[in-house]
């Protein structure tokens, strides 16, 4: 067990800043892994975490490294549904795990969510201390992120890698699908964190 080295664990879903995420531990001259598959002994650094897929054991890596910090990712729903749905059309292979998009799979996205955060809100409920939530939504979240973590270099922007195109057919069938999907199982719009 490596109780002594300190890692920060991105641990929300994909589609939610990870990308910015990698960059600012980089810029803090951190070693730093952007990927699904984490070797969490040679970095210190993870993100790109994607727990309805390949998900990272956040409870055996806080075991594993005692003095670890775990960051939890959010973003507002409907955007965070309408960027995945939209990373699958991107994607040269299709089907894949984002395409086509589905209201069952809107629902079934929904549920892996809640329960997922719901899950991680148990688990460091008796220790606050180990776990920031990040919404990349909020202005100023990097700034409130690097004060958390005494990191000296903020001067980093979140980055959008892809560029909606509003009037593209899919993304506004995928918009509508999404906004469908919610206000028929009452959901707002907004992150619950």
């Known amino acids: 067990m490596n109780k002594s080295n300190k890692k920060y664990f991105v641990i929300g879903f994909n589609k939610t800043a990870t990308s910015t995420f990698h960059n600012l531990f980089l810029e803090n001259n951190l070693t730093s892994q952007h990927s699904i598959i984490w070797n969490t002994d040679n970095y210190e650094c993870f993100s790109d975490n994607n727990p309805d897929q390949l998900p990272q054991d956040y409870k055996k890596l806080d075991l594993k490294y005692e003095n670890s910090v775990f960051i939890l990712n959010v973003r507002e729903l ?113 992150t619950i964190l």
Not at 136 to 159: A, M, P, V
Request: aromatic share 14%; charged share 35%.
């Open 78 to 190: 409907d955007k965070w549904l309408i960027s995945r749905f939209k990373h699958g059309l991107r994607s040269s292979r299709r089907p894949n795990w984002a395409y086509p998009y589905t209201r069952e799979k809107c629902i079934e996205w929904i549920n892996t969510r809640e329960k997922y955060h719901m899950e991680i809100l148990d688990y460091f409920n008796e220790r606050p201390e180990k776990i920031i939530i990040i919404n990349i939504e909020r202005k100023g979240w990097i700034n409130y992120l690097c004060s958390q973590l005494h990191f000296k270099n903020d001067n980093i922007e979140s980055k959008n890698v892809y560029k909606t195109n509003y009037d593209n057919k899919d993304h506004k069938k995928i918009c509508r699908l999404v906004n469908e999907t919610l206000e028929k199982l009452n959901y707002e719009k907004k």
